[in-house]
């Protein structure tokens, strides 16, 4: 049965700063997703990571995927108070299995 | 592109009463469709998904239903409602690459 673990669950950050978000899977999965969530809001599609070694970087954000690892990291840079919402790392088996999420703040 | 619709947006039901949500997509045909609960602060639990028309596979035994009357329809409902049902219910379609969500619908079970 495929787990998904995220953490950390709560980040508080500091404008300009950095930070990671890792997303570990159990077994063997096909493709790797992460959505943002506002709060009140449904779920956005940020980046889909297809194979090992992937990178996909959209503004400060990137994203990375070691199959091998079965680790997905979330890399943030100089976070800007926008960047404020819960993160959700998904992985395939059939069907899409959450993390539970990581609630980011950042702070001026 | 694909456009997903959910009805109502927001919705406030007594413990007991009947529940209809309903899902519509446009811009794909045959999509796989799914409803997702999210209770609130929390993650999300796969409640039904469906392949096709009159498909329905359900993921955890509970009060709830799932209908695909049509190949872009998809309905959750329930005859009664409990208090645990409150939650942000999010309707889904796969397109072979990505999975994305609709806009959701907030209920609230008093």
């Known amino acids: 049965e495929l787990k998904v673990e995220q953490n950390p669950l709560f980040l508080s950050m500091q404008e300009g700063k950095n930070y990671t978000i890792y997303c570990n899977y159990s077994?063997?999965?096909?493709?790797l997703y992460w959505y943002r969530q506002d709060p009140g809001k449904s779920l956005e599609s940020l980046f889909v990571?297809?194979?090992?070694?992937a990178v996909k970087q959209e503004g400060r954000l990137m994203a990375s995927l070691d199959t091998k690892a079965r680790l997905s990291t979330l890399h943030i840079t100089a976070a800007v108070h926008d960047l404020s919402a819960t993160y959700f790392c998904?992985?395939?088996?059939?069907?899409?299995?959450f993390g539970k999420g990581t609630k980011l703040s950042v702070k001026p | 592109s694909q456009t997903i619709h959910q009805w109502p947006a927001t919705l406030v039901q007594p413990v007991g009463s009947p529940l209809s949500l309903e899902c519509t997509v446009e811009?794909?045909?045959?999509?796989?469709l799914y409803w997702y609960r999210q209770a609130a602060g929390r993650g999300l639990q796969l409640l039904f998904y469906?392949?096709?028309?009159?498909?329905i596979s359900s993921e955890v035994p509970q009060n709830l239903s799932a209908s695909r009357p049509q190949d872009r329809q998809f309905i959750l409902s329930s005859k009664k409602l409990l208090l645990s049902d409150s939650g942000f219910y999010l309707c889904?379609?796969?397109?072979?690459?990505?999975?994305?969500f609709g806009p959701g619908t907030r209920l609230t079970v008093t």
């Open positions: 998904a992985a395939e088996q059939g069907n899409l299995i």
């Open positions: 077994t063997t999965s096909d493709r």
């Open positions: 990571l297809l194979s090992n070694g």
């Open positions: 811009g794909t045909s045959n999509p796989n």
């Open positions: 469906s392949v096709g028309i009159g498909q």
């Open positions: 889904a379609l796969y397109t072979g690459v990505e999975q994305y």
